[in-house]
């Protein structure tokens, strides 16, 4: 598997409390992407990045926003966290020459 | 747009008979497809891919696909089927230029011994 952490894996927080999770991957990949997974949805794509400071909406954005400095971190914030963004939180990756993506361990984020 | 169906969210086998889980897609253009697993407090494993050529792909830990352009579909299958399959399965789609994935709101697969 490709190197990619996330950090934290676990996390909970207040309502209205902003939120950061990281991902950091070692393999010097063009792409990286968030994703949420909740039941009965699958994985569904938040934001992605085609390269440094290069970022697009994914279908479900409201409410988040990245950040990508570097080509190995991808930075992900909830600004103001809500209920509803409770859920499990997987970073992938993909390198210009391959044609799958790489998945991160995920972060299970809790919002009280 | 794009999207994936799988159609089953449950499939239960016994050890040693076959397994199939099911996939359709709906996609502009040629279509790159995957499937991936993922075990429980687990990010995802990439299983096997179609791109082009042969319709039969063949992928790790046993597991195959085979791509049906015409019922746009792209079934995962195993002859016979471990304990160790139990697992979340996922099926994706992507158009070839393009690099977001669309998934599947996946398959729990659990094989009874």
């Known amino acids: 598997d490709a190197g990619i952490t996330q950090s934290p894996r676990h996390k909970v927080t207040e309502t209205g409390t902003p939120v950061t999770l990281r991902c950091h991957q070692t393999?010097?990949?063009?792409?990286m992407y968030w994703y949420r997974q909740d039941p009965g949805h699958g994985l569904r794509l938040i934001h992605y990045?085609?390269?440094?400071?290069?970022?697009d909406k994914g279908e479900v954005s409201d409410g988040y926003s990245v950040s990508r400095s570097k080509t190995e971190d991808f930075l992900l914030t909830l600004e103001s966290a809500t209920s509803s963004q409770t859920s499990v939180y997987f970073c992938?990756?993909?390198?210009?020459?391959?044609?799958?993506?790489?998945f991160g361990p995920g972060t299970r984020l809790t919002v009280t | 747009a794009q999207s994936v169906a799988q159609p089953e969210d449950q499939v239960n086998v016994a050890e040693g008979n076959p397994l199939t889980v099911k996939c359709t897609y709906s996609?502009?253009?040629?279509?790159?497809l995957f499937w991936y697993v993922q075990y429980p407090n687990r990010g995802l494993q990439f299983l096997l891919k179609y791109i082009t050529g042969d319709n039969l792909v063949k992928g790790s830990y046993g597991f195959e696909a085979e791509f049906n352009k015409s019922q746009t579909s792209f079934h995962l299958k195993k002859p016979s089927a471990l304990v160790s399959d139990s697992a979340l399965y996922f099926c994706a789609v992507r158009r070839s230029n393009d690099y977001k994935l669309s998934f599947g709101a996946g398959t729990t697969v659990t094989v009874r011994a």
């Open positions: 996609v502009s253009g040629n279509p790159y």
């Open positions: 992938a990756s993909q390198g210009d020459l391959e044609y799958e993506q790489y």
């Open positions: 990045s085609y390269g440094v400071k290069d970022t």
């Open positions: 393999e010097n990949h063009r792409y």
